[in-house]
Every structure is written in structure tokens, then in C-alpha cells.
């Protein structure tokens, strides 16, 4: 028997720091049911101190899983550790994970801090962790730019203090696969009490090898392996779950270990986390792309047809592909839709949020010919993952013609006032954006316009992601309709009502 590898998936806490990916608590509860329901073994549901809503969504999460080990990250200091504690106070399996920085330009420029005062602090951190789990995971922030002999003292001593799980961050994405391998090597031989707890790693992708980097030190003894969904998170993101899943999946010659994740759920949870955040998936992506498992050229589809294995070493079923056409329609019963979408993995809370959601499927019903998966995710999205309505749009007229200015009306609620503009614009959704902001007058620049056809065909709904900036705050907005131009307006609204009740929270690296 091989040994087992721990997937620890942090698509909660270290992805939703990705810019406008921020969940509120019931988004981050749907993720983690999914996630729950794919095997993983770890859940890092967020940074319990980092604000009021991150305590509540690792609370809720902690209230309602029950077969994946729950976890809040922490500083190393007796605050956070306490208030990570409370948090996950109600899971069946809990852990509290705390971290600090050990290489010299971060204790030198960020903490202010000599070596031994970091080493200290962080023997006090387990400590105090140790009042409220017994699993207790300690991570040296940028330990691959930390010097080997130090990383050695403070692993021993935190091992010592009775943590169980040593985690080896490239926090920078700067290592290269040998050189982080041979790392992780050098520790667990030099350390005394290096068999006593579970190695992991948690790799960056800013120089693209995030994958490459955690699948190295799955070869030189790392039993857990820290990732995300889509490979979500700040800056150019963090090693992508399904791409290391596959991998040693695939490659049972090279790795030693073994995955108990039910792969079958890798596509719903990376097509639920792109709905969720506005983060669409590159048709290009590995496993969960459009285009994965597509041939094109005659060569490799005359390959395929002959002997599958010629050009695909997986099996698309086994990650979650299949024909996902919906046999619904507008007189389907509302007992076949809801089961549908608990089959999704989507759980409407109230009689009154499936009554909504039900209403809107049959108005899409009387639009569309076919009614796919994707469909329902998108109309079950508003009464799942409510935000504070305090913009509503109640009407929209554009005029788009050759040869004269695209024009917009619009009626919008504002705060149970109904206020009307219109203006001009380069195209109909400039126009309406415009139309919009006479009214909002929100001072929000706009980061990024994104379409995307969330079916096929020329009824499709077209989803579309709107990135707002204001006042440092970053936020997406997500709209869909079958008229694109609609879509754009839910969309900027959707944004600028999460503008609306944003807050400040830290974002701590790892």
C-alpha cells in the first residue's frame, strides 16, 4: 500500500484573495459542500481575524461539515489564534494553521525582527493553537527564499512544541522544481523529529511552476500538498488541485502515493468556483478547459476514434466530463428542477428562494430550446449568493443602429427610490454603463469586461464578469441573460451593490 496524500485545498481562504474573488459565506459554503463531496481532505475555510465575515462564513462552514477537517489560518500571535479557535470551535474535525515569516528580507523589512525573536514566537504560536486542536499546522512564510540552517532550527522547535503538520511555502513562485525538492529533501534529513509530523507544501505560480514545484516535493517526501480549485489565487495564482490530482493519478509509476479524491467532481467544482468568483476558465486549462479533451485535427481524431489512449492519457468521465443536457423544460415539475440542482451541488435555503429560482427557470424555458447544467447554476446564482440589493435595475431601452450614437435608458431602484438616466456611448453596453453611472455616480473605475456563452447555440446566456475598483476595493459582479446587453447592466450592478457593502480584511500571504 502506498502512502496517502493529503489534499488541503485553500480555494477559500488563499484563492478568494484573488482580486474581486472575494465569497460571501453562504458562495463559501456551496464551495465547500463540493468540496466535501470530492474528498478533500483539508478545508482552509478562510482567516478567521482578517474580518467579521470571515469568522461567520468559517463558522457556518465548521456548522456543517462533517467528513473534511476544517481549517483557519492565524498569524503567529495569541489574537488570531483565538479568534481562528472560535471559529472553527463547531467542526466535527478542526485545525488551526499558523505561519511566520522566516527568510531575511521578510523579518528584516516586514516584521522588524532577529531570528531567534521569529523562532520564539513561533514555539508560543503552537502553543497557543494547541488550546483548541490538536492538529495544528505550522507554515514558515517565503521558506523558499529562507536560509536551509534556519528553517532547520525553527522546524525542530515548533515540531517540538507539538505541531503535526510542517508546511514549506514557495510564497514568491520562485523556486525551480530540483532546487525545491532538494529543499524539502534536506530537511526531513537533517531534522531530528522530522518523522513525528506530515510535510506539505504550498506553491505560487508566478514563474509557472507552482505544479511542477509541488509534484517535485511529492517526489522528495512531501505527504500533503496545499492547492486551489482552477488554480485560483493572488497575484498569477497558486498550484491548481485538479493539475496535481491528474498528475499523480495518472502517473502512479512516478509518484508514490496515493489520492482518495472522488475525481468525478473535479469539472462541477471548477465550473462552480468560476460562477461563484467571475473567474472564467481558459478553454486551454488542463482537465477542467473547454477544450481538454477536443480533437481537432484529423490525425488525432482518426487516433482517438481507432484507440482512445493514441492521444488522451485520461479519461474524460473520470474528471466530471460528460453530456450534460438537461432533460427539463417549461413543463417540468418543481420537484425534478429542485433535485436537479441538488444534484449540482446548488441548495436553495427557503421555499420562497426555490419558488424564485423556479420562476425564473420557466421564464428561460420559454426562451430557450434546451436547458443545460450551466443554465441553472447561473439562475440559481441571485437567490444562493444574495447581495445587499440597494441597486436594482427595473428597465432598460438601448437603440443601437448603423451610422448613429448607441444610446441608453435606464429605471433603476436606489434604496427603494426609482431614478431614471440615459446617455450616450461608443457601443450599446458603454451605453448602458453610462447610463448607469449618471445615476450611481459610484466614482468606480471598471478593471475588466468579460463575456462568455455559458451554452451553446445562439440562445445561449451570455454570462458576464464586471471588475470594479474603488478606493483600493476590488470587487466582480456577475450577470446573465439571453440578451447580452442585460446581462451587462445585472452585471455592473451586481458589482457595484458588492461596492456597496464591502469592507476592509486582511490578505495574508502564504
Known amino acids: 500500500m502506498k502512502p496517502s496524500l493529503i489534499v488541503f485545498d485553500t480555494t477559500l481562504r ?6 474581486g474573488a472575494s465569497m460571501n459565506k453562504e458562495e463559501k459554503l456551496r464551495i465547500a459542500r463540493q468540496l466535501e463531496k470530492m474528498r478533500v481532505d483539508v478545508i482552509e475555510a478562510g482567516f478567521a481575524a482578517a474580518s467579521d465575515g470571515d469568522f ?18 492565524a498569524r503567529a ?9 472560535e471559529a472553527i470551535a463547531p467542526a466535527a474535525r478542526k485545525r488551526i494553521h499558523t505561519f511566520i515569516a522566516t527568510s531575511p528580507i521578510h523579518m528584516e523589512k516586514k516584521l522588524n525582527m532577529m531570528p531567534d525573536d521569529v523562532l520564539e514566537q513561533a514555539v508560543k504560536a503552537v502553543g497557543w493553537a494547541r488550546r483548541y486542536t490538536d492538529d495544528v499546522e505550522f507554515s514558515a512564510e517565503d521558506a523558499g527564499r529562507s536560509e536551509l540552517d534556519f528553517l532547520c532550527r525553527i522546524f525542530e522547535a515548533v515540531i517540538s512544541a507539538g505541531a503535526t503538520t510542517i508546511n514549506v511555502p514557495d510564497t514568491v513562485g520562485y523556486n525551480m522544481p530540483r532546487q525545491f525538492s532538494h529543499t524539502l529533501a534536506q530537511l526531513i534529513e537533517r531534522i531530528p523529529n522530522s518523522d513525528k509530523v506530515i510535510w506539505s507544501v504550498h506553491c505560487h505560480n508566478d514563474l509557472g511552476l507552482a505544479v511542477a514545484n509541488s509534484l517535485a516535493a511529492i517526489e522528495a517526501g512531501a505527504r500533503q500538498v496545499e492547492c486551489t480549485i482552477n488554480g485560483l489565487g493572488e497575484r498569477a495564482g497558486n498550484a491548481a488541485l485538479e493539475e496535481i490530482v491528474m498528475a499523480v493519478r495518472t502517473r502512479p509509476d512516478i509518484f508514490p502515493v496515493e489520492i482518495a479524491l472522488d475525481t468525478t467532481q473535479i469539472v462541477p467544482a471548477s465550473r462552480l468556483v468560476s460562477q461563484i468568483t467571475g473567474y472564467p476558465v481558459q478553454p486551454n486549462k488542463a482537465i ?12 488525432h481524431q482518426d487516433g482517438v476514434l481507432k484507440h482512445r489512449e493514441t492521444y488522451e492519457i485520461m479519461r474524460a468521465e473520470d474528471v466530471g466530463w460528460k453530456e450534460n443536457k438537461l432533460v427539463l423544460g417549461k413543463h417540468s415539475g418543481r420537484n425534478a428542477f ?3 440542482l441538488s444534484e449540482l451541488g446548488v441548495v436553495l435555503e427557503s421555499e420562497e428562494a426555490l419558488n424564485a429560482a423556479f420562476t425564473r427557470f ?35 431601452l438601448v437603440s443601437s443602429e448603423t451610422g448613429e450614437i448607441p444610446h441608453a435608458r435606464v429605471i433603476l431602484g436606489v434604496g427603494g427610490e426609482e431614478k431614471t438616466g440615459e446617455a450616450d456611448g461608443s457601443g450599446p453596453v458603454d451605453a448602458v454603463f453610462k447610463a448607469i453611472e449618471e445615476i450611481a455616480q459610484s466614482g468606480a473605475k471598471l478593471l475588466l469586461y468579460s463575456v462568455n456563452a455559458i451554452t451553446t447555440g445562439t440562445d445561449a446566456q451570455g454570462e458576464v464578469t464586471v471588475r470594479l475598483a474603488r478606493d483600493e476595493h476590488i470587487v466582480n ?9 442585460i446581462a451587462s447592466a445585472k452585471a455592473y450592478l451586481n458589482a457595484l451593490n458588492k461596492l456597496q457593502t464591502s469592507r476592509e480584511r486582511l490578505n495574508p500571504q502564504l
Open 14 to 19: 488563499d484563492g478568494e484573495q484573488s482580486p
Open 56 to 73: 461567520e462564513a468559517i463558522r457556518l462552514v465548521s456548522e456543517n461539515i462533517r467528513e473534511s477537517t476544517v481549517c483557519s489560518l
Open 77 to 85: 500571535n495569541e489574537a488570531d489564534i483565538t479568534r481562528a479557535g
Open 288 to 299: 477542467v478547459g473547454a477544450n481538454a479533451f477536443a480533437h481537432e485535427a484529423g490525425i
Open 338 to 340: 429542485k433535485k436537479r
Open 362 to 396: 420557466k421564464e428561460l424555458a420559454d426562451k430557450k430550446h434546451e436547458i443545460f447544467d450551466e443554465d441553472l447554476q447561473a439562475l440559481a446564482r441571485p437567490e444562493v449568493a444574495p447581495e445587499q440589493d440597494y441597486y436594482k435595475l427595473g428597465y432598460s
Open 477 to 485: 459582479g456577475q450577470g446573465a441573460d439571453t440578451d447580452i446587453v
